[in-house]
């Protein structure tokens, strides 16, 4: 069995387009929202776990100017295969400090779940601060991350059926596990009190309800910071 985040997610990089991406509606719904909550274009984006770089496309027809960062070298180089190529950095965004110097962008991204896996309790508080260094005051960050409504739904056991079983392990955790490529990755997720401890005193956050699975993190860089 392979461990940890990175490890996990070079081992589905040749499934992820097929078996874990959106639909091509959803994730036009989903990117026309995150373009709504984004700086006027051209703003420089940081996009957070980048991956095959599936949501690049909406960004840059919207005129945005992505940079993408991933601890991933397979997702990479699917991405970098894109037809309109962007600068892509390799490097776990929790191994601080990240790669920019500061006030490189208008904006940070951290779509589909990408915050969900920090490796240990401090350590979205301290992305946060980093993130502040390399995002302009006033700029924005947005994350989409489930919400413990869906943590406490999941069984308390893996299933027997199915190759990507996920299953509560703990109050605040669950796993992820990958039958085919025979890897697994673990989850820890914070509440709505969490997630503004993480973000103060850096960013003035607020937390919509993307649906009852899932919550949207909105939030601005502070003037003073």
Same mark, same amino acid.
């Given at each position: 069995?392979?461990?940890?985040?990175?490890?996990?997610?070079?081992?589905?990089?040749?499934?992820?387009?097929?078996?874990?991406?959106?639909?091509?509606?959803?994730?036009?719904?989903?990117?026309?929202?995150?373009?709504?909550?984004?700086?006027?274009?051209? @703003?420089?984006?940081? !996009?957070?776990?980048?991956?095959?770089?599936?949501?690049?496309? @909406?960004?840059?027809?919207?005129?945005?100017?992505?940079?993408?960062? !991933?601890?991933?070298?397979?997702?990479?180089?699917?991405?970098?295969?894109?037809?309109?190529?962007?600068?892509?950095?390799?490097?776990?965004?929790?191994?601080?400090?990240?790669?920019?110097?500061?006030?490189?962008?208008?904006?940070?991204?951290?779509?589909?779940?990408?915050?969900?896996?920090?490796?240990? !309790?401090?350590?979205?508080?301290?992305?946060?601060?980093?993130?502040?260094?390399?995002?302009?005051?006033?700029?924005?960050?947005?994350?989409?991350?489930?919400?413990?409504?869906?943590?406490?739904?999941?069984?308390?056991?893996?299933?027997?059926?199915?190759?990507?079983?996920?299953?509560?392990?703990?109050?605040?955790?669950?796993?992820?596990?990958?039958?085919?490529? !025979?890897?697994?990755?673990?989850?820890?997720?914070?509440?709505?009190?969490?997630?503004?401890?993480?973000?103060?005193?850096?960013?003035?956050?607020?937390?919509?309800?993307?649906?009852?699975?899932?919550?949207?993190?909105?939030?601005?860089?502070?003037?003073?910071?």
């Amino acid at each position: 069995m392979t461990h940890g985040s990175g490890r996990f997610f070079e081992a589905i990089a040749g499934r992820y387009d097929r078996v874990y991406a959106l639909s091509a509606d959803e994730s036009r719904r989903r990117m026309a929202r995150v373009v709504q909550g984004l700086p006027p274009a051209p @703003a420089r984006v940081l !996009d957070l776990g980048v991956g095959t770089g599936r949501e690049l496309t @909406a960004l840059l027809d919207a005129g945005y100017a992505p940079t993408g960062v !991933d601890v991933s070298p397979a997702m990479l180089a699917r991405c970098a295969r894109r037809a309109r190529p962007v600068p892509l950095f390799e490097a776990d965004f929790w191994q601080l400090p990240l790669p920019f110097d500061d006030g490189s962008f208008d904006a940070a991204l951290a779509l589909h779940g990408t915050l969900a896996h920090p490796p240990d !309790d401090g350590a979205m508080a301290r992305l946060a601060q980093d993130l502040a260094r390399v995002v302009r005051p006033g700029g924005i960050f947005l994350a989409e991350i489930p919400s413990l409504q869906w943590l406490h739904a999941l069984p308390p056991a893996p299933p027997p059926a199915g190759d990507r079983p996920v299953h509560r392990t703990g109050e605040r955790t669950c796993r992820l596990e990958d039958r085919v490529v !025979d890897a697994h990755v673990d989850a820890r997720l914070l509440g709505e009190a969490d997630w503004h401890a993480a973000l103060s005193p850096a960013w003035h956050a607020r937390i919509e309800a993307i649906d009852e699975l899932e919550w949207l993190v909105i939030a601005v860089r502070n003037e003073s910071r």
